[in-house]
């Protein structure tokens, strides 16, 4: 069983950067690949980014390549989104998420992860 502590989120204006936290308990952290998504009002929730077991791989979705970055530090059970040039349609609740895999590449959809996180929400105002 895997439980997640999210922070970060919050009101920024377009431009402006946050970075996302995502504290794991229960598991032994390295053994799950971990992933942010998001869903706007509305909307199905989106693969934002991932990032491997060891934190040697990540993939993002084509609408945050060079402006968002995930990375996990294994000994602090934390996995973190680092989020610059934000948008207005970057406004969302983000979730982490665990994938108890270390197999493959890490995978976009929803149905692929077994625990979540309750959400943080980012606003990006005008």
């Known amino acids: 069983h895997v439980q997640f502590v999210e922070s970060g989120g919050g009101l920024v204006q377009a431009g402006g950067s946050l970075r996302l936290s995502c504290v794991a308990s229960?598991?032994?952290?390295?053994?799950?690949?971990q992933s942010w998504f998001r869903q706007a009002p509305g909307k199905e929730r989106e693969f934002v980014a991932g990032?491997?077991?060891?934190?040697?791989?990540?993939s993002y979705a084509d609408s945050v390549k060079g402006r968002f970055t995930i990375s996990r530090d294994n000994a602090k059970n934390t996995v973190y989104l680092e989020m610059n040039s934000l948008k207005p349609e970057d406004t969302a609740v983000y979730h982490c998420?665990?994938?108890?895999?270390?197999?493959?590449?890490?995978?976009?959809?929803?149905?692929?992860?077994?625990?979540w996180g309750q959400g943080t929400q980012v606003t990006v105002s005008l």
């Open positions: 998420a665990a994938d108890l895999s270390c197999i493959g590449e890490v995978p976009t959809i929803p149905r692929a992860y077994e625990y």
């Open positions: 990032v491997s077991c060891t934190g040697r791989s990540a």
């Open positions: 229960g598991r032994t952290f390295n053994s799950y690949r």
